[in-house]
Nanobody, 116 residues
Framework: QVKVDESGGGLVQPGGSLTLSCVVSGDDRTITSMAWHRQAPGKQRELVAYYIFSVAATHYEESSKGRFTISGDGARNMLTLQMNNLKPEDTAVYFC?????????WGQGTQVTISS
């Protein structure tokens, strides 16, 4: 059974930093890409950034450009999101997604709260 485990969420003040991590286990087949999404209260889930392992390519949505850095480790099926200069509007549950041809896996989410 495939598991997607996120960690690193928490409560920080505006301007602070957090690092989220995600690890996929239970699947020996190649994970081709991973992504972070988030869902704020009362809003739809939205993409934050994604990473394609084969070419080490990254993509950021406008909300995360310049403040967040996504990185991946294909050998360990691991994804990291370094978040800097956090704002109250970054408050959300952050979900990790892992993809391979024909399959899509999601974690349970980790809460990130930005508040003074």
């Amino acid at each position: 059974q495939v598991k997607v485990d996120e960690s690193g969420g928490g409560l920080v003040q505006p301007g602070g930093s957090l690092t989220l991590s995600c690890v996929v286990s239970g699947d020996d087949r190649t994970i081709t890409s991973m992504a972070w999404h988030r869902q704020a209260p009362g809003k739809q889930r939205e993409l934050v950034a994604y990473y394609i392992f084969s070419v080490a390519a990254t993509h950021y949505e406008e909300s995360s450009k310049g403040r967040f850095t996504i990185s991946g480790d294909g050998a360990r099926n691991m994804l990291t999101l370094q978040m800097n200069n956090l704002k109250p509007e970054d408050t959300a549950v952050y979900f990790c997604q892992a993809r391979r041809p024909g399959a899509d896996y999601w974690g349970q989410g980790t809460q990130v709260t930005i508040s003074s």
